[in-house]
Nanobody, 125 residues
Framework: QVQLVESGGGLVQAGGSLRLSCRVS????????MGWFRQAPGKEREYVAA????????GYTDSVKGRFIISRDNTNNTVYLQMNNLKSEDAAVYYC??????????????????WGQGTQVTVSS
C-alpha cells in the first residue's frame, strides 16, 4: 500500500516562505512522477508543480514560476515544495500526488495514482 504524508504547512505572512515535504512509503518512489496540487476554498483543485522520476525535469503552473521550487530526494523517498514570496492567493490545502504516469500528463489530476491527505497553507496579509 502506497502512502503519501505531507508536512510543513502553516501560517506565514505575505512575502514569507514555507517548505512542504511529502514522504512516500510502500511504493517504488524512484519510478514515480511526483506533483503538488492545491485547493483553495470554493475552488477546484489545481496543478502547482511536478518533477520527473530523476528530478532532472520539473514543471510549474504560471502563477508560481520563479517563486516555487519542486525537488526530490530519491534516497529518502521525499518530494519537496519550496515556496517563496508567498501571496494571499497561494493560501490553500496543498496535496502531494504521485504515480508512474505512463502516457499521462503531469498537470492532470486523474493521471496520478496516489495522493496525500493535504496540508494547509495560510498566508496573512
Amino acid at each position: 500500500q502506497v502512502q503519501l504524508v505531507e508536512s510543513g504547512g502553516g501560517l506565514v505572512q505575505a512575502g514569507g516562505s514555507l517548505r512542504l515535504s511529502c514522504r512516500v512509503s510502500g511504493g517504488t518512489f524512484k519510478n514515480y512522477v511526483m506533483g503538488w496540487f492545491r485547493q483553495a476554498p470554493g475552488k477546484e483543485r489545481e496543478y502547482v508543480a511536478a518533477v520527473s522520476w530523476s528530478g532532472s525535469t520539473s514543471g510549474y503552473t504560471d502563477s508560481v514560476k520563479g517563486r516555487f521550487i519542486i525537488s526530490r530526494d530519491n534516497t529518502n523517498n521525499t518530494v519537496y515544495l519550496q515556496m517563496n514570496n508567498l501571496k494571499s492567493e497561494d493560501a490553500a490545502v496543498y496535496y502531494c500526488a504521485g504515480g508512474p504516469l505512463v502516457g499521462g500528463t503531469w498537470t492532470r489530476e486523474r493521471d496520478y495514482d496516489y495522493w496525500g491527505q493535504g496540508t494547509q497553507v495560510t498566508v496573512s496579509s
